[in-house]
């Protein structure tokens, strides 16, 4: 069982920064991808970053571009989010995801295993 555990969420101000961090108990020989995504109240979950293995690929959601940073760390097993010049808008639980394809992906359906989210919230 695959275990990605997220942290780092809480409540900022708009305009200050948080940085999210995703661990994940995945062991394997074969590149994965990883992804962010977020889900307001009452919104279908949507996606923010992704990159790739080796981090050469990353693809964000506009919503985010030039604010968000998504990162990793194989040797720690370890995804990051920083978040810059945070809105109200950006207000969510924010998910953490893997998926088996070696490519920048997007979508839900192509991520395999899920954080259980962290709670971000931007006061205005």
């Known amino acids: 069982q695959v275990q990605l555990v997220e942290s780092g969420g809480g409540l900022v101000q708009a305009g200050g920064s948080l940085r999210l961090s995703c661990a994940s108990s995945?062991?394997?020989?074969?590149?994965?991808?990883m992804g962010w995504f977020r889900q307001a109240p009452g919104k279908e979950r949507e996606f923010v970053a992704t990159?790739?293995?080796?981090?050469?690929?990353?693809y964000y959601a506009d919503s985010v571009k030039g604010r968000f940073t998504i990162s990793r760390d194989n040797a720690k097993n370890t995804m990051y989010l920083q978040m810059n010049s945070l809105k109200s808008e950006d207000t969510g639980v924010y998910y953490c995801?893997?998926?088996?394809?070696?490519?920048?992906?997007?979508?839900?359906?192509?991520?395999?295993?899920w954080g259980q989210g962290t709670q971000v919230t931007v006061s205005s």
């Open positions: 990159i790739t293995w080796s981090g050469g690929d990353t």
């Open positions: 995945l062991r394997t020989f074969s590149p994965y991808t």
């Open positions: 995801a893997v998926s088996h394809r070696p490519t920048a992906v997007t979508r839900t359906h192509d991520y395999a295993y």
